[in-house]
């Protein structure tokens, strides 16, 4: 696996290819990760991976400086499962000046669910994905559903800005319990990791509600017992709700009486940890 530091580095490594696969990561690497790089691999060649910590999607009081970089165990997770080519960059190669172009996402899909809860992250993802995407050039790049709201805005983006780039999703890989797998359930103590899997019991629960009772007041009705099981359980919630696939917009009857159209999505905070998950239906 070649590693390079530098957009021109990438650019010399790359020639005059324009059929990569690409995974973009932020690092400190899981199965979850190595999941979309075979995915990625599948899909097309070279496969090139990114890592970096992107300081745009994370606000002030969110956990930036502490975010777990683990550059040489993911490069030896990389090589196991073919990758390619790793581009690396740091900061000032991929923010030789202060960004102030962004990438705004549009009312009822950026600023929903996560975005509600995260002011400006889509903000800060969207724009790094196309810094990434003008760097790489891919033909493929693979998006994890664990990430399902990021997925949705990076298709969007690539549509509208009629990038010739295939997004592909890669389906979320848990544990043995059920806890979908990502680098912040390392933040997780014993206790709380022992609890972590009722985040996805909640949605599976949310989710056999709304697929057996199809009425919009029965839903909100599950969603809110939903939020307070959890609390009762000593969590946070942010939120547990279910929106359709196409748009993430909440459903009509019309909806919810449509199997196979619809996903449960929940953010909540245990301890300090913030985890997020989903489960289409």
């Known amino acids: 696996m070649q590693i390079v530091r530098t957009t021109r580095e990438l650019r010399a490594a790359l020639g005059a290819r324009h059929d990569a696969a690409f995974v973009p990561t932020m690092g400190n690497l899981h199965e979850g990760h190595l999941s ?16 970096f910590v992107n300081r745009l999607q994370f606000a002030p009081h969110e956990d930036f400086a502490s975010y777990p970089r683990t550059f040489e165990v993911d490069c030896e997770k990389l090589r196991t499962v073919g990758c390619d080519l790793l581009f690396a960059p740091d900061e000032r ?5 202060e960004q102030t172009f962004r990438v705004r996402t549009p009312h009822g899909l950026g600023d929903i669910l996560e975005g ?22 891919p033909a493929v790049a693979v998006f994890g559903k664990k990430d399902y709201q990021q997925l949705m805005v990076v298709r969007r ?7 010739p780039i295939s997004i592909v ?10 806890l979908a797998m990502s680098s912040r359930n390392g933040y997780l103590d014993p206790g709380e990791r022992a609890e972590a899997p009722a985040l996805a019991r909640a949605l599976q629960a949310l989710a056999q509600h709304a697929a057996g ?11 809110h017992e939903a939020m307070a099981t959890l609390r009762a359980r000593g969590w946070k919630p942010d939120y547990l709700e279910v929106r359709r696939r196409i748009d993430l917009a909440p459903p009509r009857a019309a909806d919810l009486a449509n ?5 449960a999505l929940g953010a909540a ?3 300090t940890t913030r985890l997020i998950d989903n489960l289409e239906f």
Request: charged share 20%.
């Open 259 to 263: 199997p196979g159209t619809l996903v």
């Open 36 to 51: 979309l790089m075979r995915r990625g691999k599948a899909a097309g060649q070279p496969l090139v991976a990114s890592i």
């Open 213 to 223: 009772d199809g009425s919009p007041p029965a839903l909100a009705d599950a969603q």
């Open 93 to 97: 190669e991929l923010y030789p000046v």
């Open 157 to 163: 983006m690539v549509e509208q800005f009629n990038l």
């Open 169 to 178: 999703p890669g389906e979320t890989m848990r544990e043995a319990d059920g």
């Open 269 to 271: 905070r245990l301890g």
């Open 116 to 137: 509600e809860f995260r002011p400006g992250f889509f903000e800060g993802v969207a724009t790094v994905v196309l810094k990434l995407f003008g760097c790489v050039q």
